[in-house]
C-alpha cells in the first residue's frame, strides 16, 4: 500500500477514508457520498484542509484545543519523554515522574480538598472510573446498598457503556443496551426548550428540586452520587438559569449524596477559571478531567477525588485501571499545557478581556432574525435558533434541520461552528484575538444570512 500524505489529492484521500474509516458520530454512507473534509495542518486558532482552504476553528477541535494549535513546547514535551521514558504502568506500586507531577499539580489547581488523581485517557473512561470509585466508596464505607447514580436527560458523558449511561443521549441509549441499571435520569435546566411559561429562575429551582423527588423516591440510602456538568456542553451549551445550582448543592448536602463535576469541557480555564465549577460556585467530590488538560495534543482523563474519597478507596485494593492510566508521554504533554495556561495568563485574559468581549459580539447575534437568545460563558455559547422569539417556538422542519443549514454555511464560509438540534454552538480556543473573534462573529452573520435565504 502506498502511503497517502497532506500533500496527496484530495479526492484520493476521500476515497480511502470512505473505503476504510467508520467514523464516530457519522452517517458513514452520507460522509461516502460527500466526501469528509480533510484537516491537514492547524496553527493557532486556524485549520487548513487539503484544498488549501483556511477555516477558523470555534470548536476548538471537540471542546478541547485550549492553548490553540501548532504549540512547538508540547511537541518537545512528548518528544522528550519518548526518549526519556516512552512507556510504563502505573499499577502494582510503580509511579513515573510525569505522573507524580501532574497528579500533584492538578491537586495545586483544583478547589477544595480535592487532591488525589486517578488516570484514564479520555473523559468517557474517567466517567467510567466514576461508576465504580463511588459506588466502592459506598461500599467500603458498609453502606453497600448506596449503588444508583442520578444524571440528567441530555447530559453527555461519554461514549462508553458505562458514561454513556450516565450520560442522558436518548439516540445513543437506543444503541447497544444502554443504560446500564442503577442510573436514575432527571430533566435538564433547560429553559430555553422546556421553560413553558416559568421565569428562568422558577424553573432552575423546579429542575434542581427534581433531584431531591428523586431521592426520595429511590430512597436517601440508595442513592450513591449525582453527576452533572457544571455548563451541558455537547447537549447544546445550556447555561442554567441562577438558582439551579445553588439548589442542586443544598440538596446534595442535605442527602449526603456525593457530586460529582463533569468538567471535561468547562475545566481547564473554559469558563474564564480554571473549572467551571468555581465560576458556578459548585463544591463537588469528584471532578472528571480531559480534553483541556492536554489541550488534546496527547488522549488523557482523570478523575480528581476529595482527600475523603481517596482515604476510603485507599485502605482497599481499588481494582480498576488501564493500560495507559497516567500515560508518560501523556502527562509530560498535559504537564506542559499547564504550564503555558499558567504562566501565560491565558486563563486570566479569558477570564478578563477575551471572554467579555466574544460576549458582547456574541450577544449582538441577537438582533439576527433568526436567532432567539444568545447564552455564552466565558468561551462556551449557545444561540438558539426559532421561527418565533416572543414564544421561544421550534421550527416546523424536523428539528435540527435548520441548525443543520447553518452549520454547512457556517462549512462553506470556512468556519466551524457546530449545531445541537437549532442551537448554534461555540467553543473556540482561548487563545483567540480580538481580530479572530471579530472574523467569527462575521462569519457567523453571515452564515445565519445565508441559512435564513435558504429556508425563507
Ligand atoms: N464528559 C463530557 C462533559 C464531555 O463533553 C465529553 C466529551 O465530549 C466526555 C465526558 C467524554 O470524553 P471523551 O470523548 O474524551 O471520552
Redesign the pocket.
Known amino acids: 500500500m502506498n502511503i497517502l500524505t497532506a500533500n496527496s489529492p484530495t479526492a484520493e484521500l476521500q476515497a480511502r477514508d470512505a473505503a476504510h474509516h467508520m467514523h464516530p458520530f457519522t452517517t458513514n454512507a452520507d460522509l461516502a457520498s460527500k466526501g469528509a473534509r480533510v484537516i491537514t495542518r492547524a496553527e493557532g486558532c486556524w485549520l487548513t484542509d487539503s484544498d488549501g482552504h483556511r477555516i477558523l476553528d470555534a470548536m476548538a477541535g ?2 478541547c484545543v485550549n492553548v490553540g494549535y501548532g504549540r512547538k513546547e508540547l511537541a518537545d514535551a512528548a518528544a522528550r519523554q519518548m526518549q526519556e521514558l516512552p512507556y510504563y504502568n502505573t499499577f502494582f506500586q510503580t509511579t513515573h515522574v510525569p505522573a507524580l507531577n501532574l497528579a500533584a499539580k492538578l491537586a495545586e489547581l483544583a478547589p477544595g480538598d480535592l487532591n488525589h488523581v486517578f488516570f484514564a485517557c ?6 467510567d472510573t466514576n461508576l465504580r470509585l463511588v459506588r466502592t466508596y459506598w461500599q467500603e464505607k458498609g453502606q453497600p446498598e448506596r449503588q444508583v447514580i442520578i444524571s440528567r436527560w441530555n ?6 457503556v458505562g ?1 454513556g449511561s450516565l450520560g442522558g443521549m436518548k439516540g445513543m441509549h437506543a444503541q447497544g443496551g444502554m443504560p446500564i441499571p442503577g442510573i436514575h435520569h432527571i430533566d435538564q435546566p433547560h429553559w430555553w426548550a422546556e421553560g413553558g411559561d416559568m421565569t428562568p429562575e422558577d424553573f432552575g429551582l423546579a429542575r434542581a428540586q427534581e433531584l431531591e423527588k428523586a431521592i426520595l423516591e429511590i430512597g436517601q440510602d440508595k442513592v450513591a452520587a449525582f453527576i452533572a ?1 457544571p455548563i451541558q ?2 447537549g447544546g451549551v445550556i447555561v442554567p438559569p441562577e438558582t439551579y445550582w445553588p439548589e442542586i448543592q443544598r440538596i446534595v448536602d442535605k442527602y449526603g449524596i456525593l457530586l460529582i463535576a ?5 475545566g481547564f480555564g473554559r469558563t474564564g477559571k480554571w473549572f467551571g465549577s468555581q465560576t458556578l460556585d459548585i463544591r463537588p467530590d469528584i471532578m ?1 478531567i ?2 483541556g488538560l492536554s489541550s488534546g495534543y496527547q ?1 488523557i ?1 482523570g478523575s480528581i477525588v476529595s482527600d475523603e474519597i481517596a482515604k476510603v478507596i485507599d485502605a482497599t485494593e481499588f481494582n480498576h485501571g488501564y493500560t495507559y492510566s497516567g500515560h508518560p508521554v501523556a502527562c509530560a504533554v498535559a504537564l506542559e499545557n499547564l504550564r503555558i495556561l499558567d504562566e501565560e495568563g491565558i486563563v486570566t485574559r479569558v477570564r478578563t478581556e477575551t471572554a467579555p468581549y466574544l460576549k458582547e459580539k456574541f450577544e449582538s447575534l441577537t438582533d439576527h432574525p433568526l436567532v432567539g437568545e444568545a447564552k455564552i460563558v466565558g468561551m462556551m455559547g449557545s444561540l438558539a435558533l426559532t421561527p418565533n422569539k416572543e414564544t421561544r417556538a421550534p421550527f416546523q422542519a424536523e428539528a435540527g434541520t435548520v441548525g443543520y443549514i447553518t452549520r454547512e454555511r457556517c462549512f462553506a464560509n470556512n468556519l466551524i461552528m457546530r449545531h445541537v438540534g437549532d442551537r448554534m454552538i461555540i467553543s473556540p480556543p482561548l487563545v483567540i484575538s480580538r481580530d479572530e473573534i471579530d472574523t467569527l462573529i462575521d462569519r457567523a452573520r453571515l452564515s445565519l444570512d445565508e441559512a435564513h435565504a435558504q429556508i425563507e
Open positions: 471537540l471542546w479520555s473523559g468517557s473512561e474517567a466517567n447530559g453527555y458523558h461519554g461514549s462508553s458514561s456538568e456542553g455537547a463533569d468538567e471535561v469541557i468547562c472528571t480531559a480534553k488522549p482523563g
